[in-house]
């Protein structure tokens, strides 16, 4: 028989923090000055919770940037003592872990190429074995959720009891409307299965574009999503990676106020 999982309701993580969550920032942390200005302003609107940068990128092809490294986290660090804000970070293997927590990043996450890899998620969880982390699980790029929930059950199974999940969308072949189509199914079987578990949405990789962020996001909301990760940055079409998806500060703020929550509707 499986193990019964004890998850910590998202409401206890932060419990100042109203639903639904939100996570912002780069792509990519590129410069000090880039990924500062931009959480900065992200902080102005009032709207972001959490200030999320990509510091170690997994690329899809060689000779693309790969991600500034370690430094970044000082940039980041840095960026919360200046705005107050919690931090996020895409980990990958121990380094990361333990780069990460040396930093005080709040919460680590593992990436959509990560969790199809039970070795490295296995590492992950090993480096997490006794400390008070607070993890969310990308799904599997491929739409396979018992690879997901093996992925939360590792995590689970290391101490971890401040667990999410991120519907991030599932990569398939050829053209279609959305980069990763969201097929949200997936996440709603996940979340029957796991009823205790904070689901965030991820319209940005979703999306491929920022048109259908708006509409991307409200969906979550109607699903009851706990929260949104949207990539931002200050300058979008100057961004060092995904580019077409990321949108500044100010538009950020206008599709989180554009939002209509469960609680409004009813
Ligand atoms: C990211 O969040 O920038 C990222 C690489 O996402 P994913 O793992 O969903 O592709
Ligand atoms: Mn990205």
Not at 64 to 86: C, D, H, M, P, Y
Not at 144 to 155: F, H, S, T, Y
Not at 239 to 244: C, G, N, Q, R, Y
């Amino acid at each position: 028989m499986k193990d019964r999982m004890t998850i910590e309701p998202i409401q206890n993580w932060f419990p100042e923090i109203e639903r639904p969550l939100i996570i912002s920032g780069p792509c990519s942390a590129e410069t000090e000055e880039q990924l500062i200005s931009t959480c900065q302003q992200l902080a102005a609107t009032g709207e972001v919770d959490v200030l999320r940068a990509g510091i170690w990128k997994p690329r899809t092809r060689p000779n693309n940037f790969e991600g500034v490294g370690s430094i970044g986290l000082k940039w980041l660090q840095k960026a919360k003592e200046l705005t107050g804000l919690r931090t996020a970070v895409e980990v990958a293997n121990i380094k990361h872990v333990y780069e990460a927590l040396k930093h005080g990043v709040d919460i680590l996450w593992i990436g959509a190429r990560t969790t199809v890899n039970p070795f490295s998620v296995q590492e992950i969880a090993d480096a997490l074995q006794g400390v008070d982390a607070t993890v969310l699980v990308k799904n599997p790029i491929n739409a396979d959720l018992e690879l997901w929930i093996g992925a939360i059950e590792r995590i689970h199974k290391a101490g971890v009891r401040k667990i999410g999940a991120i519907h991030r969308g599932f990569s398939k072949y050829g053209e279609s409307k959305f980069r990763n189509a969201p097929q949200w199914q997936i996440p709603i079987e996940l979340k029957r299965r796991l009823p205790e578990i904070a689901m965030i949405c991820d319209p940005s990789h979703i999306c491929g574009n920022r048109e259908m962020l708006a509409e991307i996001s409200q969906e979550a909301m109607d699903l009851n999503f706990d929260g949104l990760m949207i990539e931002s940055h200050r300058t979008p079409d100057q961004a060092l990676s995904d580019a077409k998806q990321q949108v500044t500060p100010d538009r950020l703020a206008e599709i989180t106020k554009g939002l209509v929550l469960r609680k409004d509707k009813a």
